[in-house]
């Protein structure tokens, strides 16, 4: 015959099973959104770059940053965006589908770019044909080739608005790198309007023009007001070009020049985080020992300006990288460890509610002694032999129950004994009204 189980032990049971259900719901949630928290904060950050030029080498570049990162298990990740020209990598930073670009300081809308490093700088340089006057004066009225087209756009502009070439009725006309020597042999264009780093890569595209006889060779034509430019316009800088930069000899320039620079900045939106900016720049700056050799252009990397009014705004996880105000550990993790021991004690709290709450009601329901108590009314109550019997069988349901959780050692001795007293007062007081009930 299978073990009877008394009602009041069936609803504690239930009630208690329904409290742990309710319990273990709630701790497999909160236990499944910290997972889900860790795993988010605690996978590395991926940030979009776009870079481009003719060649690709920003991209390359960048590239190899990349995996640099990879390698040494940082904490951030770059995805590479290649793209045609800087003036396109700029347009995609400007629309927020990059987190950072390598653009030029005169491109339009950088109103969201911050610096990270400046790459490098790109000297404007103005060729003319031998027996040429050396001026831009001399080209009022005639046809200069642009090299790279819409990116110089800014640069036609302020040449321009400077020297009046539109009432002179200048002509400009866009070529691409691979049209440009011809164009300019053939006298296709008057001059040629370059604008390049100075490093051994890009100078060596521009020897060419000037091979041939020394003495009818093409020269660099000076842009005297370039101080006056770069007044109006801040992405320029009056430079000076040194003597011998494009070829050594005969040198060209045959002496330092006054031309114009605009700097190549790497640019990161204002709202990335300051964390993920400072880590880049570390890696980007640690990189150029290492990766100079195959990249010469890391040779020009270097810190941007972190004045408050430079024409674009330092980033703040870099500024804090070359200002070395990084957070410390203790800086960055203290109100974490200041609030630890407070959410610990709330967490022990939590688990003793819990406690309480799955076993409410089990020892006052589940005691044997209530239900033994309660069946004291009902035998002085009692107005006939069968409700006595009917007492006598609950009073056995509860001692047969409490025999099996002795028997599983689920029972103190302390209890039992007061159980088997319960009982036996229990049963003189059956004994009692069985003799006072009225006989048949």
Not at 424 to 438: D, V
Request: glycine letters at 6%; aromatic letters at 6%; proline letters at 6%.
């Amino acid at each position: 015959m299978p073990p009877m189980h008394a009602p009041y032990e069936t609803a504690s049971r239930s009630a208690q099973w329904l409290r742990a259900i309710l319990v273990g719901c709630l701790v497999v949630a909160v236990t499944a959104s910290a997972l889900f928290a860790y795993r988010y904060f605690s996978q590395p950050k991926t940030m979009t770059i776009a870079a481009g030029s003719p060649d690709g080498e920003p991209a390359r570049l960048m590239s190899a940053i990349a995996g640099r990162l990879t390698r040494h298990d940082s904490g951030i990740r770059i995805k590479i965006v290649p793209m045609g020209s800087a003036l396109e990598a700029a347009q995609a930073f400007s629309r927020g589908e990059a987190d950072l670009a390598i653009v030029r300081a005169d491109a339009n809308d950088l109103t969201n770019a911050r610096t990270v490093v400046l790459v490098s700088y790109g000297v404007a340089m103005v060729i003319v044909p031998p027996g040429t006057a050396g001026t831009m004066e001399s080209l009022k009225g005639k046809t200069i080739g642009v090299v790279g087209g819409e990116v110089n756009r800014n640069l036609v502009e302020a040449l321009t608005r400077e020297y009046d070439l539109a009432s002179a009725k200048t002509r400009f006309k866009d070529l691409t790198v691979g049209d440009a020597q011809q164009a300019f042999r053939n006298r296709e264009v008057s001059a040629l309007l370059v604008v390049t780093p100075i490093s051994e890569k890009y100078l060596s595209l521009l020897r060419g023009i000037f091979a041939g006889n020394p003495k009818r060779r093409p020269q660099l034509v000076p842009i005297e007001s370039a101080d006056a430019i770069a007044n109006v316009a801040q992405a320029y800088e009056s430079y000076e070009l040194p003597k011998g930069t494009v070829r050594g000899s005969p040198p060209v320039p045959d002496e330092d020049i006054t031309t114009l620079r605009v700097a190549f900045y790497l640019v990161a939106q204002k709202n990335v985080s300051e964390t993920a900016i400072a880590e880049l720049t570390k890696a980007i700056m640690d990189a150029r020992r290492d990766l100079l050799a195959e990249y010469p252009l890391l040779a020009q990397v270097v810190a941007p300006s972190t004045d408050k009014d430079a024409f674009i705004p330092v980033h703040r996880g870099a500024a804090a990288f070359y200002e070395d105000t990084q957070e410390s550990l203790l800086d960055k993790y203290g109100n974490a460890l200041f609030l630890a021991p407070m959410l610990l004690g709330v967490l022990a709290s939590f688990l003793t509610m819990a406690r309480k709450f799955v076993t409410l009601g089990a020892e006052s329901i589940a005691d044997p002694l209530d239900p033994l108590y309660a069946l004291a009314v009902p035998i002085r109550q009692a107005r006939s032999e069968a409700e006595l019997k009917g007492i006598e069988e609950k009073i056995d349901q509860i001692m047969r129950l409490q025999l099996r959780k002795r028997s599983n050692r689920k029972t103190r001795a302390a209890d039992a004994a007061a159980l088997s007293l319960t009982a036996q007062r229990l049963e003189h007081l059956i004994q009692h009204r069985r003799s006072r009930l009225p006989q048949d």
